[in-house]
């Protein structure tokens, strides 16, 4: 059982892992995309530059622009909260902290109307 709940955990770590190198590997294959699409632009005729010369800071520019639009996201529009109380929702673990937190609430609320109450 021991063993198992080891195996259990270190999938756990696995999947965290992977997860947080996706957006590694999005920004790789981001890349290679644009390296297909200036290339078939090129070979069409579309664009008469050096892809070579000139993909670098393609590459940077879209990064840039891509953290512009998450700051923006973040700053104005507010998905992520949005986003994270959904999750937060279907989380059993959350659920139960909201619940308890919400008991120590009333709690407090009622010995404060019996406090109010004798004075």
Do not use: C, H
């Not at 996201?73 to 139960?96: C, D, I, S, T």
Request: positive net charge.
């Amino acid at each position: 059982m021991k063993l198992l709940k080891k195996f259990r955990d270190w999938l756990i770590m696995l999947k965290i892992y992977f997860g947080r190198s996706q957006s590694y590997l999005s920004i790789a294959n981001t890349s290679m995309i644009l390296i297909v699409l200036l290339t078939t632009l090129k070979d069409k005729g579309y664009v008469s530059f050096d892809i070579t010369a000139y993909f670098i800071p393609l590459v940077a520019l879209g990064m840039v622009l891509l953290i512009l639009l998450g700051y923006f996201e973040l700053k104005f529009f507010r998905g992520l909260n949005k986003e994270q109380e959904y999750y937060a929702q279907m989380n059993p673990f959350m659920v139960e902290i909201k619940d308890k937190i919400d008991s120590i609430e009333t709690k407090l609320v009622n010995l404060e109307n019996e406090n109010k109450k004798n004075l």
